[in-house]
């Protein structure tokens, strides 16, 4: 068995299971974000209760932090209601951040335990050897009576990453890169496991960047057999106990992906696709209005400090704008520490209150018709940043930042 | 639910994503009749208006990629859509869908057999499609037969309170 089969077995009370089976699962960790009010709406019509676990659900308020409207606030204020009633012992309010950042950041997600959230981008704890999975509000709703959730035993595609990158070629490149070739469809309903000597010795924020794109080929979930990297760092904050689980010699993948990024150049997804990357060289010159840094994809200390580097010193012209959003209230604490923020704010930036700011279209950067966006966000979909006639391209925070210092999307290797 | 569908088409491209089919401004409504007066709004901001309830979907790859947002299945199924066709679904959104009741079948291809105002008449239990004017038949992938059974029971929302009223019903007696 796999490493992901043998967490589903061990949850699901069986000893084997395979591809294709329907498992009733245990879920060890829930959360709910700002936009899922229908998670309580569902889980009262459903005839809910009480939770059935407290330890194990919380609310993160990251979507609407802090909120910008009377509705926004409106969810917030039942949620909190509803995680008092329920006497959660994890509450996540609007000084915290994105929920994939925060999570980890307290310990809550573990290597061998199964992870749900009401947000697609849950596929981000495969960095930690945990099987997280995305799910809608009314299946958290069944998770919040029962604990338990029905899954399809995935079907397991390895992609093997070898080599080692040039000098401000970043994770995201190479995920993007992985994501022009499979296509967003490429792992519709099956498992990722990303293996091979790059992610071997990668740190965690760089495991987190490529498992949370995981689900932009439609993956259920990732996988990344844990390293040092993150041992240390569960060790240091685990909440639970937890068990790392290791693949059998003998497993075999559906399919097997190869790719040595030791040549790789900066990537580029070009209007209005996930998978529509190209290298940036192939990119035309393309003036930007907005540049953006954060979200649960570029939004952590590495992205923040490469951004700072390439524009420590420089002033961005008055007519371009940087907004730069930490992912988590401890990522705004190490940038200000490190002096990151300060040189930020000297170049020109805008530095907004941690959470998913306009990745989603909700505030804090909204774009207007016509206006180019680089982004180091997840998605470039037709509207996703406001204006159905915007355009997003997504990048590395080193692009993003390398971007906004010309003016027009430039090759972060020659800043 | 329905195992026999009539409907006329409507016809979407591949990747139509959760964001097009229910923009992220408006995430904060609650109300499943305000929310669908939004649907397929970054498709098209017509298409909720003109909108016949019975109207089946048949769209290409990976249909409901990206967000989990389940006001993408709300609105659909409040707008009335009886039927999504499609060469792919993303994941999540499939899940969402079956949860609230709405019917979804993979046919690959279809959409570049029809034309708009082509009507189907769908047997989900038997996985054929037919057009309802040539007669000409095209076979489907078998649903599977659990999630079939959420379906025939209207969605995971009627399970889940019959499982809670019998543990209750149990515990007193």
């Given at each position: 068995m796999h490493a992901i089969e043998k967490i589903l077995a061990k949850a699901s009370g069986r000893t084997f299971v395979k591809a294709g089976e329907i498992i009733s699962a245990k879920v060890d960790f829930a959360e709910i974000n700002d936009l899922y009010l229908q998670t309580i709406k569902s889980f009262d019509e459903m005839g809910g209760e009480m939770v059935w676990d407290r330890n194990r659900l919380t609310f993160v308020f990251d979507h609407y932090a802090p909120a910008p409207t009377i509705k926004s606030a409106a969810i917030h204020q039942e949620m909190r209601d509803f995680a008092k009633v329920n006497h959660l012992t994890h509450h996540f309010d609007i000084n915290e951040g994105v929920c994939h950042q925060v999570m980890p950041e307290?310990?809550?997600?573990?290597?061998?335990?199964?992870v749900v959230a009401t947000d697609s981008h849950t596929t981000t704890h495969g960095a930690f050897g945990a099987f997280g999975t995305g799910i809608g509000a009314t299946d958290m709703a069944t998770v919040m009576m029962t604990g338990e959730l029905w899954f399809r035993v995935p079907e397991i595609i390895e992609i093997r990453i070898e080599g080692t990158p040039p000098k401000n070629v970043l994770p995201k490149d190479v995920v993007l890169s992985i994501l022009g070739k499979l296509k967003a469809d490429g792992a519709v309903y099956k498992a990722i496991e990303f293996s091979g000597s790059y992610i071997k010795q990668l740190d965690v924020p760089g495991r987190m960047v490529i498992c949370n794109m995981a689900v932009e080929m439609g993956a259920k979930t990732a996988y990344m057999q844990p390293n040092d990297a993150v041992l240390k760092y569960v060790g240091e904050r685990a909440q639970f106990p937890f068990e790392v689980h290791y693949s059998d010699e003998d497993f075999a993948f559906s399919e097997t992906h190869h790719f040595d990024i030791t040549h790789l150049s900066p990537q580029i997804a070009m209007p209005h696709s996930v998978d529509n990357v190209v290298a940036i060289e192939a990119v035309p010159q393309i003036k930007v209005n907005q540049g953006f840094i954060g979200t649960c994809t570029g939004g952590r200390v590495e992205d923040i400090a490469i951004a700072a580097k390439i524009l420590k010193g420089h002033k961005l012209d008055r007519y371009v704008r940087l907004v730069v959003i930490p992912a988590s209230k401890e990522v705004l604490q190490t940038c200000m520490k490190l002096g990151y923020i300060q040189d930020l704010i000297d170049a020109g930036a805008t530095i907004s209150t941690p959470g998913c700011g306009p990745c989603l279209g909700a505030h804090e950067g909204i774009l207007a018709p016509g206006e180019v966006c680089i982004t180091a966000s997840n998605r470039n979909f037709p509207g996703r940043m406001g204006s159905v006639a915007a355009e997003i391209y997504l990048a590395s925070p080193a692009t993003v930042a390398a971007s906004v210092k010309n003016g027009y999307i430039s090759d972060p290797r020659q800043v | 639910m329905k195992t026999q569908i009539e409907g006329a088409v409507i016809i979407l491209k591949d990747n139509i994503d959760t964001d097009q089919i229910y923009p992220g401004r408006y995430l904060e409504l609650v109300n499943p009749e305000e929310i669908k007066t939004h649907c397929l709004e970054g498709v098209s901001p017509e298409i909720a208006k003109h909108f016949i309830p019975g109207d089946i979907i048949v769209a290409g790859r990976n249909f409901g990629c990206g967000s989990s947002r389940e006001h993408a299945p709300i609105a659909l199924k409040h707008l009335g859509v009886s039927l999504i066709i499609a060469d792919s679904f993303a994941r999540i959104f499939y899940r969402n869908a079956l949860n609230l009741g709405l019917p979804l079948i993979i046919c690959k291809g279809l959409s570049e057999k029809l034309k708009a105002g082509d009507s189907l008449s769908v047997d989900l239990t038997q996985s054929v499609i037919k057009i309802?004017?040539?007669?000409?038949?095209?076979?489907?992938?078998?649903?599977?037969?659990?999630?079939?059974?959420?379906?025939?029971?209207?969605?995971?929302?009627?399970?889940?309170?019959?499982?809670?009223?019998?543990?209750?019903?149990?515990?007193?007696?």
């Open positions: 307290h310990g809550v997600i573990c290597p061998g335990t199964i | 309802a004017a040539t007669g000409e038949t095209f076979d489907c992938e078998h649903i599977g037969e659990h999630a079939l059974s959420i379906l025939e029971a209207g969605g995971i929302k009627p399970l889940m309170k019959k499982r809670f009223q019998k543990k209750e019903g149990n515990e007193r007696s």
